[in-house]
């Protein structure tokens, strides 16, 4: 279970998206999705294209459950589409695309 401080920051960005998409929150709350989203995209991106970026994220010590992951993706990306923010939704399509054949490539 000392996996679940990894993963804190992807569980408060679900909860945010969640927050966002039902129910009619302060509008800063729908910048920090954009700004997030941008952000992991980015970080996706030099993932899948800079072998020295990789294998600084390889160096983690207890690593949490793949399927939480996968999880938590599927469930922004639900929220996303369900809420009619399509560009975001693909922003977490590309990240879990990504994440998933970063981790493809290590097994």
Known sequence: ????????????ATIVIALVVFFDT???LEYVVYIYTSLMVLARAFTLFSQNFR?????????AP???????????????TAGAFYITA??????????????SQKI
């Open 90 to 103: 693909a922003g977490w399509v590309f990240i879990w695309g990504v994440a998933y054949y970063v981790y």
């Open 55 to 63: 294998s600084i994220t390889k160096k983690k010590v207890n690593e």
């Open 26 to 28: 302060v509008a800063l």
């Open 66 to 80: 793949v399927w939480i992951y996968h999880l938590l993706h599927f469930l922004n990306v639900v929220f996303l």
């Open 1 to 12: 279970m000392h996996w679940l401080k990894q993963i804190a920051v992807d569980i408060l």
